[in-house]
């Protein structure tokens, strides 16, 4: 009995390493709200979602596996070979013999070689492809969210998920799951060439198995956990890049770059933190692999060792010394599998954290959608009737009470009113930016939520308050990449009198928009908005505080444009500046979501209401100025 105490040593050590593995996992418990989870998905179902894309390349994949087959060979015959070629030179050495079994070594070698390179380069293209199209989706189904739900997330978020998160995938579908086939199938046919090798030691090997399954199994809670802490900790910074590089001016202004550095660090120190935490689980998990393959290793040479010296036999099969060797190579193919599963294990945890931060994403689904019988418009006059209308961004909060109006094609209609009156939310609802919760909108008589979304808006052309320039040239800002000539351009940059100031850019229309426009000033970039809204012939043009943070000289440019745009088509207009909506045709009065006053400016003079209050506001306040 006393001969097999190294064995008993042995397996006290791994007992222990298990039983404290045990213990840490029945007492750590995932705390999901204390990481911000969005939810939490099974692997399962991650895998299932993630084949949906991998599927049309099913192909690919299966010429991978087929060269696979011949990449594994070197490790499943070299064992082989080479203890065959000890037991050669042991017994009876020929040459001839020697060379002939060191050539089909040298062969399956460069097989396996060749074909690990061709496999690769496949995996890689295949790979990318797959990727690109979960970011096209992923890039696709953010535009289909309406605004309200992307003003409840982060743009840091939306970028860490479009960029960071869909190369974790990308590791993923170029070497993991790859890896993993042919690891797997490393371990299976070593199993199968041990046990027709020799039985005894193959089971001894077999006893290592069931603390490979369990350390696997345990360290996959830690590392999925880790990995979700360096995922929320990775987009947490990335959000809070994302504001705070935008308003970095401000930050400068009032002189708080100390108090946004400490918040920095602390966000800073959250993702550091998390990478840590990481790194300890893998540290953990490799060595506790390599220390079942060095106690195999012992294994393998106390008992080959002592049965060869014994001959001794187990079931009709002798242990030679090619079969020690064999043994050792083959206890080496077996294990290196496993711990490159390790390795594989933290890329997998990653992807898998990152799909699921991406399926919450594509999850969410879009407020705003066309009907199942919506229909196309190929031209709209331009009637528009609010038929009472409610209206309502947060629970309880009313915005719009019940409000009607009717807008004739080819009219202006302008609407005034105090600061949250419910003016610009009009304007969102005509173009299905939102959902309306009660009442009807209709265009030419079709209710708005009959027409689909894409037809709806082609028709309109909006101008908001803070114009959104593209990083580009100032072309390509007009056109949004449609194809125009540059006398059609120009033309239109002639109607909103926005051509005198591009001829003098130094390339004219070929200018470059830097990032954020700060090489535009804010009246030069309301002027292209316009030409931007002209050049597509909308039917309906929407403009929302077009004269705001304007110059006098500029405000005069776009008055005289607005003019000019009056006899284009239905104009709705918002404006605080009540000087720029005297010759509308229609003026309506909100108030607190509701219409107070209707009529042109000197019907409203006439009634002496709030309307005729602004005015002489504004007029008294011009007065002063002057």
Not at 218 to 245: C, H, P, Q, Y
Not at 354 to 377: C, G, M, N, Y
Not at 419 to 436: A, P, V, W
Request: with cysteine; proline share 2%.
């Amino acid at each position: 009995m006393r001969e097999y105490y190294p064995l008993l040593v042995v397996g006290a050590i791994i007992g222990v390493f298990s039983l404290g593995f045990l213990v840490a996992f029945l007492t750590v418990k995932d705390k999901k709200e204390s990481f911000g989870f969005d939810r939490h998905m099974k692997d399962g179902e991650i895998i299932r979602r993630l084949f949906k894309y991998a599927k049309p390349y099913w192909k690919s994949f299966l010429l991978a596996f087929f060269l696979m087959i011949f990449a594994i060979a070197y490790d499943i015959v070299s064992p082989i070979l080479l203890g065959n070629i000890e037991d050669t030179i042991k017994q009876s050495f020929e040459l001839g013999a020697l060379f002939i079994r060191v050539g089909i070594y040298v062969g399956i070698l460069i097989v396996s070689v060749v074909t690990t390179y061709i496999q690769a380069i496949l995996l890689q293209k295949t790979g990318q492809k797959i990727v690109s199209g979960v970011r096209g989706d992923l890039f696709k189904h953010i535009e289909s969210l309406s605004h309200e739900q992307l003003h409840k997330i982060p743009v840091g978020t939306l970028v860490t998920r479009v960029t960071n998160d869909t190369n974790a995938l990308s590791r993923m579908f170029t070497n993991v799951i790859v890896n993993l086939v042919q690891n797997f199938l490393v371990i299976i046919g070593v199993l199968a060439a041990m046990l027709a090798l020799n039985l005894e030691l193959t089971l001894m090997i077999l006893c290592f198995m069931p603390f490979i399954v369990l350390f696997t199994f345990i360290f996959r809670k830690f590392s999925r956990r880790a990995f979700r802490k360096v995922k929320d900790a990775t987009t947490g910074i990335n959000v809070f890049l994302s504001e705070n590089l935008s308003g970095i001016k401000l930050t400068q202004i009032f002189n708080r770059t100390d108090r946004k550095m400490e918040e920095f660090d602390k966000r800073n120190e959250k993702v550091a933190k998390s990478r840590m935490e990481e790194i300890f689980v893998f540290s953990t998990f490799r060595p506790s692999v390599y220390m079942l393959y060095i106690a195999s290793v012992l294994c393998v040479f106390y008992l080959g060792g002592k049965g060869y010296l014994d001959g001794t036999t187990f079931l009709g099969q002798t242990i030679t010394s090619g079969t020690v060797v064999s043994f050792y190579l083959y206890t080496t193919k077996f294990f290196n599998p496993i711990q490159n599963l390790a390795e594989q294990f933290n890329v997998l945890q990653s992807a898998f954290a990152s799909a699921e931060k991406i399926f919450t994403i594509l999850d969410i689904v879009p407020s705003v959608v066309d009907e199942p019988d919506a229909i196309e418009l190929e031209k709209i006059e331009g009637n528009i009737e609010f038929k009472d209308v409610w209206f309502k961004y947060t629970a309880d909060e009313w915005v719009l009470k019940g409000v009607s109006f009717k807008v004739k094609a080819g009219d202006t209609v302008a609407f005034v009113g105090a600061t949250g009156s419910g003016k610009s939310t009009i304007l969102s609802l005509i173009c299905r930016n939102y959902d309306i919760q009660k009442g009807q909108i209709l265009i030419d008589g079709i209710d708005i939520k009959k027409i689909k979304i894409s037809s709806l808006r082609r028709h309109f052309g909006q101008m908001l308050q803070d114009v959104f320039l593209f990083a580009g040239t100032v072309r390509s800002n007009i056109v949004l990449y449609e194809d125009k000539t540059d006398e059609e351009i120009m033309e239109a940059c002639r109607f909103v009198n926005a051509d005198k100031f591009i001829s003098e850019l130094e390339h004219g229309l070929n200018e470059e928009v830097r990032e954020r426009s700060n090489n535009f000033s804010a009246g030069q970039r309301q002027l292209l908005s316009f030409a931007r809204m002209i050049i597509h012939h909308p039917e309906v043009m929407i403009l929302d505080e077009a004269t705001a943070n304007i110059d006098a000289e500029t405000e005069l440019l776009i008055q005289s444009s607005l003019e000019k745009m009056m006899s284009v088509g239905t104009m709705l207009i918002v404006a605080h500046r009540l000087s720029t909506i005297q010759h509308a045709d229609k003026i309506i009065v909100l108030s607190h979501g509701n219409i107070i006053e209707e009529g042109n400016h000197f019907e409203l003079l006439d009634k002496k209401g709030r309307y005729y209050e602004l005015y002489k506001l504004q007029y008294e306040r011009q007065k002063l100025n002057a």
